[in-house]
Each structure stands twice: as C-alpha cells, then as structure tokens.
C-alpha cells in the first residue's frame, strides 16, 4: 500500500546550488590583470555560445568544482597528499554557473589606482547549480571521503 503521507514529504530528487563571495584586492597591476582576466573567464564561461553561422546556440561551459586541500602534490610529514580533493568537505557534480556578479566599488566609492585605473577592490559573487541530481547509489560508505 501507498503510504500518502511519505509521498508528501518526498517530491522527487533536487538539484543543489552552491554560492561564493570572494573579495580581490590587487597589490600592484600585475595582480590587477590577473583579477580582470578572472573576471572576464567567468563572464565569458556563463555565456551562451553561438554555433557556426550564427544559426543554433550551444549551452555554456560546464563547471567541474572542487574543494582542494594543500597547495601542491607534495606528501606531508604525516603522510597525506597534499592538492586533493578535500575528505571532511563535500563533494559537487558538475554545475551550470547561474549568475555571476562584481561589485567594482565594494567599499562604497569609486577608487582606482593611478598607474592604469585598475579598481581598488573588486566583490565577486557567484552561484552555481548542479546538473545532476545526488542520488542513493552517488555515496559510496566505504570511501574515504564525504561524499556528495
């Protein structure tokens, strides 16, 4: 027999969304170029593409996210790998981006530096959704890691 109050409470799988801020403050105009290319990845990524003569479009790119733990693949005194994926943080699907947002004037007024007018911060915020939903069979209990 159908229980109708489980079907009340489970309306189907769902697709998870994860959002980030980052705030980037360049020191010198180097870091400066590096914080605009940033920008311009994500804008340019998010965006539709068109197909050749302009006829069809085709979706944008398709972001693969990760927590990474340690900066190189270098081991550890204790023996872990450093550059992996992190076991205690979740694990993300691939995603669609689904907005993608910069505050050029964070601190509330327009400042640029003298030597090419670079801002003096930028504020990024970004969301991104999964495309696929987690399902019972995506975690595996015997893996060392967190799992979806």
């Known amino acids: ?13 769902s697709l998870r969304s994860f959002s980030y801020n980052f705030r980037f403050t ?3 105009k180097d870091e400066a170029k590096e914080i605009r290319d940033i920008i311009k990845v994500f804008k340019k990524g998010m965006a539709p593409r068109r197909t050749q003569g302009n006829v069809f479009l085709n979706v944008p790119y398709v972001w693969q996210l990760e927590y990474i733990r340690g900066g190189s693949d270098a081991t550890t005194a204790r023996g872990d790998t450093r550059g992996t994926q992190h076991p205690y943080l979740n694990k993300i699907k691939p995603c669609a ?15 640029t530096y003298a030597d090419g007018g ?3 911060s930028y504020q990024v915020s ?4 999964e495309l696929e ?3 019972n069979q995506d975690i595996d209990m ?3 890691d967190m799992g979806y």
């Open 1 to 13: 027999a159908i229980n109708p109050n489980l079907e009340l409470l489970f309306s189907g799988p």
């Open 26 to 28: 360049p020191r010198e």
């Open 118 to 120: 670079s801002m003096t």
């Open 97 to 111: 981006l689904k907005s993608f947002n910069v505050n050029y004037m964070p601190d509330g007024s327009y400042m």
């Open 126 to 129: 970004m969301e991104f959704g």
């Open 142 to 144: 015997a893996s060392n």
């Open 133 to 135: 939903p987690i399902y």
